[in-house]
């Protein structure tokens, strides 16, 4: 490489990251329950940025070295591969990331690497042989880690999904996008070792993504708000009827008296049942009536808090009494109200009744509406213009 190209990119990269550093350690994190680790994630972050920024500066004075840069090159990548896989899961399940793996992890690379600068200046006849290990396993870390987060993300998705009784997925598909971002940066990381003409392709992407990370620090409680319950949430109980079941058989040693109060328990049971039932039917038939259906962000949980059920009896009822849970059961009264807008007000735009009638998402709206009526809600208010 040009070496007056090589120290204009260092020292420009240099300078943007240690700014970079600085907006990070200026991003405010509210002290919301759920956002430690991503406050831990931050201050840790920040140094990574300083110290990256103080290599780049070091590369700019002393120049391009074809020898040692893929060494270097290759025990920073490995660094970062650690810092933004872990930052990115902190973004999606925080409570899976354990610090202390986290440093025992950073501890190997760094002996790895001091192990193959060793071998670089003293022992030059088994440098290769550690270097090509140490390419091998990098390519391994960056498979581990990509396993890992796509676990991580779907089961955060599988978990919000099932919080908000709702398609969510649309609004986590940024935290995604981010890791394989950082995935093509390490691999593009793991390219220039052996094709150094990358590097000024190189520099300014891993740049753009760095100035990205800072902006999904600034903007993640505005973007991730709607998540914050299920992420900060404990590992819950399983759920519990608020109207338990009774055992009604009893063995031949159970007295008399005992399975006489069974029996009375039972008939108890039945009747708060039926007294329960009635009044859930009433309070739901008020939630259509009020069309408090169509408001975002409301879990089952709410609702059935709301009403004054558990969680467990409102969906065995909702099971029992339209034959669905309640996400298809909202769903359907979202669509056809969506049905009655377009028909009432065809001057509505397809983007306004989809957030009228309470989703986030307007191709998820398309794609229900499609299934539901048969054609697409461009075509369904063909129909009334």
Wanted: aromatic residues 16%; contains cysteine; charged residues 25%.
């Amino acid at each position: 490489m040009d070496e007056t190209t090589y120290k204009f990119l260092m020292g420009a990269s240099a300078f943007v990251i240690a700014i970079l550093g600085l907006m990070l350690a200026g991003t405010t994190i509210l002290p919301e329950v759920g956002l430690e680790k991503l406050r831990k994630a931050r201050s840790i972050l920040i140094p990574s940025y300083f110290v990256l920024a103080l290599l780049s500066l070091v590369c700019c004075l002393t120049g391009y070295d074809r020898r040692i840069e893929p060494a270097s090159t290759l025990l920073v990548a490995s660094f970062q591969a650690l810092l933004f896989t872990m930052s990115m899961l902190v973004f999606i399940r925080p409570n899976e990331v354990r610090w202390k793996t986290v440093f025992r992890q950073a501890g190997v690379i760094t002996v790895a690497g001091l192990v193959l600068f060793v071998s670089f200046f003293r022992f030059t006849d088994y440098y290769s042989c550690f270097f090509y290990s140490g390419v091998v396993a990098y390519v391994l870390q960056l498979i581990i880690y990509t396993r890992k987060f796509m676990l991580a993300y779907r089961k955060t998705v599988q978990e919000v999904e099932d919080y908000y009784d709702d398609d969510e997925e649309n609004r986590l598909v940024w935290v995604k996008c981010g890791f394989f971002s950082a995935l093509a940066v390490g691999i593009m990381a793991l390219s220039i070792l052996f094709f150094p003409v990358l590097y000024k392709y190189f520099v300014p992407l891993y740049v753009v993504f760095y100035s990205f990370m800072v902006m999904w620090f600034v903007n993640y409680y505005r973007r991730m708000k709607f998540a914050i319950p299920v992420i900060a949430a404990m590992p819950q109980e399983a759920d519990v009827c608020a109207i338990p079941e009774t055992v009604l058989a009893k063995t031949d040693g159970v007295a008399a008296e005992e399975a006489v109060a069974v029996a009375e328990e039972a008939v108890a049971v039945k009747e708060e049942k039926s007294g329960a039932e009635h009044l859930l039917k009433e309070r739901l038939q008020k939630y259509i009536d009020e069309k408090e259906y169509c408001r975002k962000d409301v879990p089952s949980g709410i609702v059935a808090d709301s009403f004054g059920m558990s969680k467990a009896f409102f969906r065995q009822y909702m099971k029992d009494s339209y034959g669905m849970d309640f996400r298809p059961w909202r769903k359907e009264l979202r669509l056809r109200e969506a049905s009655r807008l377009f028909a009432g007000h065809p001057e509505y735009t397809i983007e306004e009744v989809s957030e009228m009638v309470g989703y986030n998402n307007s191709s998820n709206f398309n794609r229900d509406f499609k299934r539901m009526m048969g054609m697409t809600p461009k075509c369904f208010c063909k129909q009334f213009q």
